[in-house]
């Protein structure tokens, strides 16, 4: 028996994951404990969580992988610093984090002093972690294996084969050219600053009209073979870094985009300032241009391979849009993409890249599928009746009516009434999702067929942008009745066109272009969640509910407690904790 715990440290996302024998036992977040988005450190309390999910303790671990290698390019990396002489703080902060990354055994001897590791630490090049974090839990023999992102390792981009229990990379774009560094220095140019704001510029998009098309070709050149470079006269991260930092948990990065880009797109957006038409015409235009980029890379992969499917990774693999058309713009018959994406999936990555090159793992066949994303902490029915206790004052003083229902379709049919009358539901069951989707078990839910209920979710709870769009969760066999596509999409991974007659009866999900961003929900993958949209889908004749993430501007709830803080500060109408059932009296 093996026990090997992946991590993502030291950067944003950071998670833990815990494989046993080439199976997953548990993953999560570290953010979903901390409280702080995006949280960027070393994951002690998701390790704390993966241990305990397994019944073990740190000394029963005898592999710990880390999603990076110090080593990797290291002479084009020694080059780079020769030829371009980059700034001293580009190169400090790289000396800085090639330290943490080496001191993973420190770390969990100060984070974890109660347990003892006496194992091996494996540093596991960044983008193959990414590659192995999709294929070698896809259900895949053979695929090509696709990753994409900001930079990690010196890196922004590779790709290969994964055939069986193995990954063969065979081709790169190194630091400074990247797709990921190119969205970035566009999101921070149109007004949002933060880590992680780039899905704002994909939501906006729709809006506008690719008037800024050529510029984007100015900032990005593609090339035959499939890669691209970017005109560096845009960009200051080559020269002085991203200034990226984490401070007190929260990440942050500098202005990487250079006066040279005013001169070709106009005045930068303040991030106070209002929207005009022009911001949307550049995020439509940057949206196209990435578009462009990576269908030309997935279509050179393509003739060089010849392989029908493809695996994909990397924090652009979140970019939902480009990834529904792959099937239209490339000649990819399948797709397959996990649902973290992004560095903190690099925790599967590592752990399972060390199994399968294990004596142990070599030797075994691939045997386990990401199929579902609930790896993460659940609550048993006392400790849901405890925090409800804890906060009962609270309860009755908002007027709440609390009732425990153990039939199963009782209380799916009521949910589902509560939903169709307009209300807007807290629902949280069972484990956690891995990944920055909630996808039916930590879920704000809401009928999809008002016009008028991404304004309510707005001044209920959500407070966010009105271009963002909210999303919906479909049962699988509906799909095609209702959407442009039959494809099984259970991570919310991807973008597709609702079907034009159908537009008009879910138009709290229907984007301003007629697409939607949906969840595919099956019997066997989520049980309960398909027994709601179903009485849902009886009750309305529509098997749809709008589905968004059970927080508010904080992550995704993790504790029954977080639940009811979180529906007691806003004004949610439902909170459905397991099998009880709180409701605001009209």
Not at 303 to 324: F, I, P, Q, T
Request: proline share 5%; charged share 25%; hydrophobic share 40%.
């Amino acid at each position: 028996m093996t026990y090997i715990l992946g991590l993502n440290a030291f950067h944003a996302d950071s998670a833990a994951c815990l494989v046993k024998d080439g199976t997953l036992v548990a993953a999560a977040e570290e953010e979903r404990f901390r409280r702080i988005k995006h949280w960027g450190g070393f994951p002690s309390e998701a390790i704390r969580y993966c241990l305990k999910e397994a019944g073990i303790g740190l000394d029963a671990v005898a592999h710990v992988a880390i999603n990076r290698d110090s080593r990797a390019n290291l002479w084009r990396k020694i080059a780079y610093v020769v030829a371009k002489r980059p700034s001293v703080d580009l190169v400090m902060s790289r000396v800085r984090n090639r330290q943490q990354w080496a001191d993973v055994r420190t770390q969990l001897t100060e984070t974890l002093p109660e347990m003892r590791f006496n194992g091996e630490v494996h540093q596991v090049e960044h983008h193959l972690s990414h590659l192995a974090s999709a294929f070698l839990v896809s259900p895949f023999d053979k695929a090509v294996a696709v990753s994409v992102d900001g930079f990690g390792d010196f890196a922004s981009a590779s790709w290969g084969i994964g055939d069986g229990n193995s990954i063969t990379i065979d081709g790169r774009v190194h630091f400074p050219h990247s797709l990921g560094i190119f969205y970035e220095g566009v999101t921070q140019f149109i007004g949002f600053p933060h880590y992680g704001d780039e899905y704002k510029v994909m939501g906006l998009a729709p809006y506008g009209e690719p008037a800024y098309a050529k510029q984007m070709e100015q900032l990005v050149r593609l090339r035959d073979d499939g890669t691209f470079a970017l005109d560096l006269r845009y960009y200051t991260h080559a020269k002085e870094g991203s200034k990226y930092e984490v401070r007190d948990g929260t990440p942050s990065g500098g202005r990487i985009w250079s006066p040279a880009m005013v001169e070709l797109l106009g005045p930068a957006r303040g991030k106070d300032e209002p929207l005009e038409q022009r911001h949307k015409d550049i995020a439509r235009s940057a949206q196209g241009m990435y578009e462009n980029a990576f269908f030309n890379l997935l279509g050179a992969l393509h003739r060089k391979y010849g392989l029908d499917a493809v695996v994909l990774s990397g924090g652009c693999a979140y970019n939902s849009v480009a990834n529904g058309k792959i099937y239209e713009r490339s000649p990819f018959k399948h797709c397959y993409i996990q649902s973290a994406g992004g560095d903190a999936g690099g925790a599967i990555g590592a752990a399972f890249q060390v199994w399968h090159t294990l004596p142990e793992g070599s030797a075994a066949k691939r045997h386990f599928v990401m199929d579902h994303a609930y790896w993460g902490p659940s609550a048993t029915a006392g400790e849901v009746s405890i925090a409800i206790a804890a906060r009962q004052a609270d309860i009755d003083a908002a007027n709440c009516n609390v009732e425990t229902i153990t039939d199963e379709a009782v209380l799916c049919e009521r949910t589902a009434a509560a939903i169709a009358e307009g209300k807007v539901i807290g629902w949280f069951q069972g484990r956690l999702e891995w990944g920055p989707r909630a996808l039916g078990n930590r879920s704000i839910l809401a009928d999809p067929r008002r016009a008028d209920m991404k304004d309510i979710l707005n001044l209920k709870i959500k407070r966010r942008e009105s271009f963002r769009p909210f999303a919906p969760s479909i049962l699988r066999e509906a799909v095609p009745d209702w959407f442009e596509t039959d494809d099984d999409v259970p991570f919310m991974m991807q973008v597709f066109r609702i079907r034009p007659a159908r537009r008009a009866s879910i138009p709290a999900v229907a984007h301003v272009d007629g697409t939607g961003r949906l969840q595919t929900v099956t019997q066997t993958g989520n049980p309960r969640y398909h027994r709601l949209i179903s009485a849902f889908g009886v009750l309305t004749g529509v098997p749809i509910v709008l589905n968004t993430s059970f927080n508010e501007n904080e992550p995704v709830v993790c504790k029954p407690e977080e639940a009811l803080d979180c529906f007691l500060r806003t004004r949610m109408d439902v909170l459905v904790l397991g099998d009880i059932m709180i409701t605001r009296r009209d």
